[in-house]
């Protein structure tokens, strides 16, 4: 099964996208299953990740965990960003720099009540050095996010949190590009 992103010229509106859900959790603590979702789109050649995060209190560095493979050719290439309310920690990747992603964080609430956002913006220059291709129409990718806390427990995006071996990477979702 593919999810969309859809690619746009011009700047989609948030409430229009679709919203990729954590539905798994490996918890010891209840206040750990907390509310997160992911919204991405192409914005002309850019990638635009989002993650919304209900909790009053965000963790300020690396409490989340954004697992994207770019290149389908090399599909074990697969870049890690370590990020939390207060920014980007660090990237886990053989050419992408923390100089090469642009951030945003914002804190808000509304009828579901206080949430915080990360917006991770990757340069569509990047990507077409890293992969060879830009983003069009029926590019494919794959995608995971993982939220973890202190005490070891943690949600995903993609794959079943419970299991024991449970591996990031290799619980990928696939995305393809469409045009909006």
Not at 97 to 105: G, K, Q
């Amino acid at each position: 099964m593919q999810n969309i992103l859809y690619k746009s010229e011009n700047i989609i509106p948030w409430d229009t996208q679709s919203a990729f859900k954590m539905t798994s959790y490996r918890v010891q603590r209840e206040e750990n299953m907390v509310f997160c979702y992911m919204k991405a789109y192409v914005h002309q050649n850019d990638l635009v990740l989002c993650s919304y995060c209900f909790t009053e209190k965000p963790a300020p560095f690396a409490n989340m965990h954004l697992y994207l493979g770019l290149d389908r050719e090399n599909p074990e290439k697969v870049i890690k960003i370590n990020y939390g309310y207060d920014g980007i920690e660090s990237i886990q990747s053989d050419k992408m720099t923390v100089a090469d992603v642009i951030y945003r964080s914002f804190k808000a609430d509304d009828e579901q009540g206080f949430y915080w956002c990360g917006e991770i913006t990757i340069d569509g220059d990047f990507i077409r050095g890293y992969s060879g291709t830009s983003l069009q129409e029926k590019s494919l990718l794959t995608m995971n996010l993982t939220q973890s806390f202190e005490n070891g427990d943690f949600a995903v995006l993609f794959g079943n949190a419970e299991d024991q071996e449970y591996k990031r990477t290799a619980n990928m979702g696939v995305f393809v590009v469409l045009n909006y």
